[in-house]
């Protein structure tokens, strides 16, 4: 069973920097791309970040360019996500979803949330 | 960016209908390899979003065949065939053909 689990999220200060973990199991990890996407309260989603299988490509929204960094560790089966410069509109619950060969999402995390408020 | 354009925002429905949504992009969605990445997705209440369609009109594993998809290069429907109160929640399309990958604005379904 393909099982996806955020954590390192809470409550934070604007201007602080935070770094989001997603352990990864039932699937072979090493094989696929991941994704952050990120939902506002009561808001739609927002995808803000993919990095492929093997980390030779990463991709940001511009929303996140320059202050979010996606990274990966094959051999701990965990997707990261560190955030910088953290503003209010950075508030918002985080989940990394999987990325098949189809090139969609096809399994998510329970999301963990990210608070920035002084 | 590629816009996503969904409606209706919201719909109620009786259990047994059958319901459209509908998702138009503002750019064709066909990549250079031939293919459309265009999927759905639902979200229900409390719960983290769920695929169930991809490139157009493939079912996700577990996805019951009541859903269909259907649409080429800008214009897509979601159908729902029979709706059932397990269906109750937040429709969202999604594009992962440009970048940066982008989502509708979602459809909630509501059983009347």
């Known amino acids: 069973e393909v099982q996806l689990v955020e954590s390192g999220g809470g409550l934070v200060q604007p201007g602080s920097s935070l770094k989001l973990s997603c352990v990864a199991s039932g699937f072979t990890f090493s094989n696929y791309g991941m994704n952050w996407i990120r939902q506002a309260p009561k808001k739609g989603l927002e995808w803000i970040a993919l990095i492929y299988y093997d980390s030779s490509n990463k991709y940001y929204a511009d929303s996140v360019k320059g202050r979010f960094t996606i990274s990966r560790d094959n051999s701990k089966n965990t997707l990261y996500l560190e955030m910088n410069s953290l503003r209010s509109e950075d508030t918002a619950m985080y989940y990394c979803a999987k990325w098949p060969g189809t090139g969609a999402f096809d399994y998510w995390g329970q999301g963990v949330m990210v608070t920035v408020s002084s | 960016d590629v816009v996503m354009t969904q409606t209706p925002p919201s719909l109620s429905v009786a259990i047994g209908q059958s319901v459209s949504i509908s998702c138009k992009s503002s750019?064709?969605?066909?990549?250079?390899?031939?293919?459309?990445?265009l999927h759905w997705l639902l979200q229900s209440p409390g719960r983290s979003p769920k695929r169930l369609i991809y490139q157009v009109s493939n079912l996700g594993s577990g996805v019951p065949d009541r859903f269909s998809g259907t649409g080429s290069q800008k214009d897509f429907t979601l159908k729902i065939s029979r709706v059932e109160a397990e269906d109750l929640g937040v429709y969202y399309c999604a594009q992962t053909t440009h970048f940066p990958l982008t989502f509708g604005s979602g459809t909630k379904l509501e059983i009347k």
């Open positions: 750019q064709s969605l066909v990549y250079s390899d031939g293919k459309t990445y």
